[in-house]
């Protein structure tokens, strides 16, 4: 069982910076893959983006690329999602997920262990 907690949501004006933290729970931290997803009100969770294992590739989806960055530390077990020049349609509840196998690259089915999410606001 992995354990996983989200942390730094907020509410911030449209053309703001966000930095969501994550940490998950087990000794092989530095094989999972590690992934981030949001859900709007009323719609369906939806992928944003992830990390393979340590040293392999990072996906985003085309909504974010160019102002999210997705960083991992091994050390401290954690996994961030950098979020810059926030938009309203970023306006979600974040979820945090992981795959202990090390090989998933975005797909929901992929992650076997999710966080409870952090809600993050952009609103003038």
């Known amino acids: 069982q992995v354990q996983v907690a989200e942390s730094g949501g907020g509410s911030v004006p449209p053309g703001g910076s966000l930095r969501l933290s994550c940490t998950a729970s087990?000794?092989?931290?530095?094989?999972?893959?590690l992934g981030w997803f949001r859900q709007a009100q009323g719609k369906e969770r939806e992928f944003v983006a992830a990390m393979a294992w340590s040293g392999g590739g990072r996906y985003y989806a085309d909504s974010v690329k160019g102002r999210f960055t997705a960083l991992r530390d091994n050390g401290v077990k954690s996994v961030y999602l950098q979020m810059n020049n926030l938009k309203p349609e970023d306006t979600a509840v974040y979820y945090c997920?992981?795959?202990?196998?090390?090989?998933?690259?975005?797909?929901?089915?992929?992650?076997?262990?999710w966080g409870q999410g952090t809600q993050v606001t952009v609103s003038s």
């Open positions: 087990g000794s092989a931290f530095s094989s999972y893959a």
């Open positions: 997920a992981v795959d202990p196998t090390g090989l998933a690259t975005g797909g929901r089915a992929e992650y076997a262990y």
